[in-house]
């Protein structure tokens, strides 16, 4: 007993002598992704196991037992805070190892965590909420599967090459640079269990999404013997048939209707990036750039990084994208997670394909599509780059080069400023604030759009989530009924509308894990007028509701949403006497995408609530799943449960889910890709009396000017008068007078 209790002074001593901020630095390894030499190592083990049987991923059997993804199974929060707060021992590092096995009689999915690394020396299943199975149907395609989809195409569509070369000009067979190419829609269904695909036929030019040629084909390839996929309808020029057969027969026996598309011009691509209009920009100089006269004010230690009193650690997983944890601001946590769950867009059209289209991105392995940053466009040229490595469909760790970005830039806007007049043609003072921000940035191209995923840091202790879409938008046949579900964009080619919805989980930690969440708004009171009795003074007045379960604090869209959320600890109060807190407040037009319980919409049916407030649980990492894809209507991770039993959220740890998005409705400027102005949504983590003052204060980027009687004006500043020589030699002048000439 005295040796423990030593050993407990010891340990207590230690841990009191670290400062939160190495505490911090020590403990974000815990968060970061694999490293190619673990992902290997946990390789070797499986395909060790005589009990696994593995084959290779990239064999061409579907009947095999193979690995399909690998990611950091990131720990249990409680073990995770033992570390971070006071500096007891890490918890081992485990992979979460995603196998399908199709070599047994009964073919399943099965998850598996291996460790401890880098060493693993076992593996145990890893199960979900109310032990949900996972059906072989719901995987997720694989780079085989397209092979041998793509074959198949080729040999179906070898009985329409001559309808295909009169109709389109193009072809799958004997076509040189007039071949087609397709694109695969999901889910792949009607209902649980099915594996149909309605496939696109397209020109294989450059932006092939929105050059469809008018023919669908659904294909059953539930099989794992790709000699059994069949052929069930097919769709041609608004016409339905059972089979390619059908339709050729037809076509040659003109008893259907035909078309003809505009004869292919390649000089004339309207996909394509390469300019054309009129432009008045000048292009024989560069447009302005972002500088760092002395260098990087920021710092990156792997997976670690530290701005202007804010550090946090990150990673990317592989199955839905980038991950924030441990945030906080002068050493003191603000949120334990804020992470990417979700990315769907769901479509509406008249041609089969476009109808079924729902897409769900983290079915996608939304994560792996983090494809290289171009410098000065992606990114500013500044900024620090780093590769990611991911495992999923292949048989070693792949390099992402240049995938994530960091950098501080400008916003070219103050973070605050004010000049407060003299009336007589001078001032009493002017001070200002550069407004700086970090931003660390990914991109996901999942298929034909781009989304630019952003974190941000303001040094007045706010934190902004946004996501900017661009890339191609999905395109279908153009029908004269059509024209309820989108615009023409070209003479044959329909943009479809459609609504992006984003989810995101912001674990909050304010001031603590015992966290309350109220909302406010306003409600007019009309009351006398206690200088004047004869009238009465009409204003608004704050109300206040306090949400004490879990199913009052989930806010389905299309109700009406409070003005303020704010998340705070009811046991901390700020100088001022008010309770420490964070709000959240939201940059969207998002609404609901299916009728609540409607097929699909089971599968997401997080996008029943612009926001949810849940208690935080272990077996509750997630949303959404890489299986809701091709599995919507029963899916692996049901949202609902995790409100379904109405927890008491008072005095808790809190979870907010935060669904954000837009309505899009193609137009001729959506030519060649969508723009990201106008496209961006988000949401903003504000400071809401966390603090006794704006922290900003402590920047010594502030300026202020006062006006002396004679001279130039006295001017205050805590940096380098010249700012340096990328941006101007001169030093900083300010005059602020404003008398007649």
């Not at 840091?457 to 661009?470: I, R």
């Not at 705070?568 to 006497?577: A, M, V």
């Not at 954000?660 to 030519?671: M, R, Y």
Request: overall charge neutral.
């Amino acid at each position: 007993m005295w040796h423990w209790y030593l050993l407990t002074l010891a340990v207590l001593g230690a841990s009191a002598s670290v400062s939160p901020e190495q505490l911090a630095h020590s403990g974000a390894s815990m968060f970061a992704d694999l490293k190619p030499q673990e992902m290997r190592a946990v390789r070797d083990l499986l395909m060790s196991s005589p009990v696994l049987r593995l084959s290779p991923a990239t064999s061409t059997s579907l009947r095999k037992n193979s690995i399909l993804l690998m990611e950091l199974h990131v720990p249990r929060k409680h073990e995770a805070l033992r570390a971070l707060d006071r500096g007891q021992a890490r918890p081992p590092r485990q992979a979460r190892v995603v196998v399908q096995f199709g070599d047994q009689a009964q073919p399943n999915t099965t998850e598996f965590l291996v460790g401890p690394l880098p060493n693993p020396t076992g593996f145990t299943h890893r199960t979900f909420k109310r032990n949900q199975l996972i059906k072989f149907e719901s995987r997720p395609m694989c780079s085989v599967e397209y092979a041998h989809l793509g074959a198949l195409l080729e040999r179906i569509t070898r009985k329409a090459h001559q309808l295909l070369l009169e109709s389109t000009g193009f072809s799958f067979n004997n076509c040189t640079d007039r071949c087609l190419t397709f694109s695969d829609i999901a889910p792949r269904g009607l209902g649980s269990g099915e594996r149909r695909s309605w496939i696109i036929l397209q020109k294989f030019v450059e932006g092939y999404f929105i050059h469809p040629v008018g023919l669908e084909i659904l294909i059953n390839h539930q099989s794992l013997d790709p000699a059994e996929w069949q052929v069930e309808k097919v769709w041609y020029n608004e016409q339905y048939f059972d089979s390619m057969e059908e339709l050729v027969e037809l076509y040659n026996s003109d008893r259907l209707r035909k078309m003809k598309l505009p004869e292919h011009d390649d000089n004339e691509l309207y996909s394509t990036y390469v300019p054309r209009g009129q432009s008045n920009t000048r292009s024989n100089i560069h447009g302005p750039k972002l500088v760092e006269p002395q260098g990087p004010r920021y710092r990156v230690d792997g997976n670690f990084v530290r701005y202007a009193g804010w550090s946090f650690a990150f990673r990317v997983r592989s199955s839905a994208g980038m991950q924030l944890f441990d945030l906080r601001f002068n050493g003191e946590r603000v949120a334990y997670e804020i992470s990417l769950q979700e990315a769907i867009a769901f479509y509406a059209g008249h041609t089969p394909a476009a109808m079924q289209t729902k897409y769900i991105d983290a079915g996608w392995a939304m994560g792996t599509s983090d494809y290289e940053l171009a410098p000065g466009i992606d990114c500013p040229e500044i900024a620090t780059f780093l590769d990611l490595y991911h495992y999923y469909d292949t048989d070693k760790p792949v390099r992402y080069k240049n995938a994530l970005c960091i950098f501080e830039m400008t916003t070219a806007m103050p973070l605050r400023r004010h000049f407060n007049s003299n009336f007589s043609g001078g001032y009493n003072f002017y001070g200002g604030l550069e407004n700086h921000v970090l931003v660390i940035r990914t991109t996901s191209t999942v298929y034909n759009y781009d989304y630019i995923w952003d974190f941000l840091f303001y040094q007045n202790g706010v934190v902004e989530s946004k996501v900017s879409a661009t890339g191609y938008i999905h395109a279908t046949f153009f029908t004269p009924e059509g024209l309820h579900y989108g615009n023409r964009v070209y003479s044959y080619v329909l943009g479809n509308m459609h609504t992006h919805l984003i989810h995101y989980k912001v674990d909050l930690d304010i001031a603590g894990r015992r966290n309350s969440f109220e909302t406010l708004s306003l409600k007019y009171e009309n009351i006398t007028n206690p200088w004047s009795p004869g009238h009465v003074v009409v204003q608004s007045r704050l109300q206040r509701t306090q949400h004490r379960t879990e199913r009052s604090a989930a806010f389905r869209f299309g109700k009406r949403f409070p003005r303020y959320l704010h998340f705070y600890n009811p046991e901390q109060k700020n100088k001022w006497g008010h309770q420490r807190g964070y709000r959240i407040q939201y940059n969207s037009h998002a609404h609901s995408v299916l009728p609540r319980g409607w097929q699909e919409e089971n599968g997401i049916s997080w996008s029943r609530y612009a926001l949810a407030v849940t208690r935080h649980k272990d077996d509750e990492m997630t949303s959404s799943s890489i299986y809701t894809q091709n599995d919507p209507w029963e899916p692996t991770v049901s949202f609902e449960d995790y409100i379904r039993n109405n927890e008491d959220i008072e005095k808790q740890d809190l979870v907010a889910w935060v669904t954000v998005g837009f309505l899009h409705i193609p137009h001729s400027e959506d030519i060649p890709n969508t723009a990201t102005p106008g496209n961006a949504v988000g949401f903003f983590l504000r400071p809401f009396n966390f603090f006794n003052e704006d922290p900003s204060l402590a920047s010594r980027s502030t300026v202020i000017m006062r006006q002396r009687k004679e001279g130039s004006p006295q001017v205050q500043r805590w940096t380098p008068e010249v700012v340096g020589h990328c941006v101007s030699y001169r030093p900083f002048q300010y005059d602020g007078t404003y008398n007649s000439d």
